[in-house]
């Protein structure tokens, strides 16, 4: 017998394409449902897209516009609707966020039950969507009034938008936490939807934070970001409480709490 008794291995080729790694495939279907629901706000039209990013653009706008009637003087500055809106953009990123992460299951229907899809994707597509929707819309509005009312002197868009950013992470975990309830309390959506809307009255969203009781302040995460925005854009004001840490934290408590319901219900 001539030859090796056993056949010779050559070694592998290199694929050509390489295999999705397990990150990859976890982003794919946060990313289909994101573009799913870009797709549902542009309506198929280039232009549906411009009108979904001016539409919250107009609605804060107007919003700053009628609050600041009520508003006689304002205590920072001399522009009443910079003032207002400093206060208002905080509760109004955080409103839109909570109120979109806790729509989840509405909104997609039964895209979720679809094997490659989880209730966690659907979470977290509209989060990143509205959260980025919310914030940019905020910090454009804010720094555009900021410069046509008093110039670009103090003027720290960074510092604006990670406030901004800190209450839309605050609205991730208040609205994963009511996702969570709504599954488990009838009608609870519809009560969170009037609840959501509370907190521009007592987070200094018409007058300083630091009229309000001081227990008041120090435990509203709202109130924080209200006074980092504002320290954003007035340099002379030095809020007694700014901590973005602490809204941090705050954020993070009903949004472990949210996702510990939801394992235990679809468990």
């Not at 920072?76 to 299951?105: D, M, Y």
């Not at 959260?131 to 510092?159: E, F, H, S, W, Y």
């Amino acid at each position: 017998m001539t030859g090796h008794p056993f056949p010779t291995l050559e070694p592998p080729q290199p694929e050509l394409v390489s295999q999705p790694s397990t990150l990859a495939q976890a982003i794919q279907p946060i990313r289909a449902l994101f573009l799913f629901e870009l797709g549902m706000r542009m309506h198929g039209r280039p232009d549906g897209y411009a009108w979904r990013m001016l539409e919250p653009l107009i609605t804060a706008l107007v919003l700053c516009i009628v609050l600041s009637w009520i508003v006689g003087i304002p205590p920072l500055g001399h522009s009443v609707p910079l003032f207002v809106a400093s206060g208002v953009l905080s509760c109004f990123v955080f409103q839109a966020v909570s109120l979109s992460v806790a729509r989840t299951e509405l909104f997609f229907g039964r895209l979720l039950e679809f094997p490659p899809v989880s209730l966690l994707d659907g979470i977290l597509a509209r989060f990143l969507l509205n959260a980025l929707l919310a914030v940019g819309t905020g910090t454009t509005l804010i720094v555009v009034l900021k410069l046509r009312q008093d110039g670009p002197a103090g003027l720290d868009p960074g510092l604006i938008a990670a406030a901004l950013g800190c209450a839309a992470l605050l609205g991730f975990g208040f609205g994963v936490l009511i996702l969570a309830l709504a599954q488990r309390v009838p009608n609870f959506l519809p009560v969170w939807s009037i609840v959501a809307r509370l907190p521009v009255f007592v987070s200094g969203a018409l007058f300083l934070p630091e009229l309000l009781p001081h227990g008041m302040v120090s435990w509203n995460a709202l109130g924080h970001m209200t006074a980092v925005v504002r320290t954003g854009l007035y340099p002379l004001y030095d809020p007694a409480l700014s901590n973005l840490w602490f809204s941090l934290v705050v954020a993070l408590i009903p949004g472990v709490a949210g996702l510990a319901v939801l394992h235990r219900t679809r468990g």
